[in-house]
């Protein structure tokens, strides 16, 4: 038998299978259509080429900025090197005993500073960035109320007379010798009071121990100069300066004072002085022989960290010496003193660029209370008869000061 075919299910039948095949037409399109989309076209193409043109060029133009830049650099600090200002050497000169008395005032107010030193002498310490003298006398305008009896040789001279060293240019003097105190405190109060007035620097002594102790202190191109200044012929106990007491730096070596300049001459170099200068009183009158005791002072003051070590007080010239790479003169003798004639020199030192100290000196022949320098033949006796008295040094005919091999 048969089976019959119900015409409903036949329609139904038909309407499944004509969706199924319209659904499944619309899905082939929406395919096609995305695949298309998804595909680059020739203006995709295009815009990425241009793209990554653009990406080259920025990169292109990022590295020439760079490049730029670095050469603007470069060519700024050429510019820099080649605009900076040339180094300025920091020259400095000091001499020995210095007293300015009657007659150098007198010839002074005759012939101005000519008449009492040579041209070139007048123009080293004016040009000098630092320079220094011993001052070895009292400026006072007082009488001989408060002279000190203990010898037969005193210095004094009116105040007025203290325009002579300051128109030469000095900058600081010491006063720690055994003449600054020949009239008492009060001779060394006015004779401070003197050089204050006419824009001196002193070291060495001071109203008070701490003032004595403290250096003078010159920054010159970027360089920094210490002078400090101390005394070991000392006539009278009384003399030294005190926490509360006028007096003067002493430097005996058993004592207390010994061991602040010392420590001092090191705080200095560690808070970066290129240049720290002693000024030191010591040594025999008259001798030249340099004592054992001159030896061990200046050893110690060169331990501590002293550049340069100046010795006066023996009214001659003796020997001198190059000590762990220090410069130490033990005696210069009279610069301007007394009315014979006597040899005596100018130690300049210069400070280079790069801090090292180059020292030289200048011969000079005193008498009849003026002074000027000397050459040829005179400046190499001088030069000869310091260096027959030194310890390890040479001193070339330009006077430059070199350590003997």
Known sequence: MKSRINKSTIIKTVIITVTAL???????????????????????????????????????????KESSIDKETSTKKEIEETTKPLYQPVSMAFVGDVYIGDKAWNSYNTNGLLGIFSPNIISIFKESSVSGINHEYVASDAGDEHKVDYEKWYYKSPTAYEKIISELGIDVVTLANNHTMDYGEEGLIDTMNALNSVGVDYVGVGNNLEEALSPAIYEVSGKKVAVLAA??????????????????????????????????????????????????????????????????????YAD??????????????????????????YGIGNFLFENYAVDTVMVQATIEEDDTLTVGLIP??????????????????????IMDMSVNILINSDGQVVEKN
């Open 364 to 385: 000079c022949k005193s008498q009849n209370y003026a002074t000027k320098d000397v050459s040829g033949q005179e400046a190499n006796d001088i030069f000869k008869q």
């Open 22 to 64: 319209i659904l499944m037409l619309i899905v082939a399109y929406l395919g096609g259509t995305v695949q298309r989309d998804l595909a680059p076209t020739s203006d995709d193409l295009c815009a990425d080429s241009e793209t990554n043109e653009n990406v080259k060029e920025t990169t292109s133009k990022r590295e020439n």
């Open 231 to 300: 005394n070991r012929v000392v006539p009278r106990v009384d003399w030294y300066a005190g926490p509360a007491k006028v007096g003067q730096l002493t430097t005996y070596e058993s004592t207390d004072r010994y061991l602040m300049i010392k420590a001092e001459i090191t705080r200095l170099k560690s808070a970066g002085v290129q240049a720290v200068v002693v000024l030191v009183h010591f040594g025999e009158n008259k001798d030249t022989t340099i004592q054992d005791y001159q030896y061990n002072v200046a050893h110690g």
């Open 304 to 329: 501590a960290g002293a550049d340069l070590i100046i010795g006066c007080h023996s009214h001659t010239l003796q020997g001198a010496e190059i000590y762990n790479e220090k410069y130490i003169f």
